[in-house]
């Protein structure tokens, strides 16, 4: 069995991808960290709770 050298391009793509990533999200981050999921949980299923009572309603009535 023959062992080869990794491709220098290779290497180059493995320390380009895991270089630190700048995103305009990261100053919310700190924000959404500290939040417990749960309510943001009730939140969605309150809001599409509510949207398909609106729309049952609505075709319904």
């Known amino acids: ?9 290779w290497d180059s793509f493995s320390k380009l991808k895991s270089a630190p990533q700048k995103h305009a999200t ?11 999921m749960w309510p943001t949980s009730l939140a969605v299923l309150g809001s599409s709770l509510l949207i398909t009572i609106a729309w049952l309603f609505y075709l319904y009535r």
């Open 26 to 36: 990261m100053t919310v981050a700190p924000l959404a960290a500290d939040l417990p």
């Open 1 to 9: 069995m023959e062992v080869r050298a990794v491709p220098r391009r």
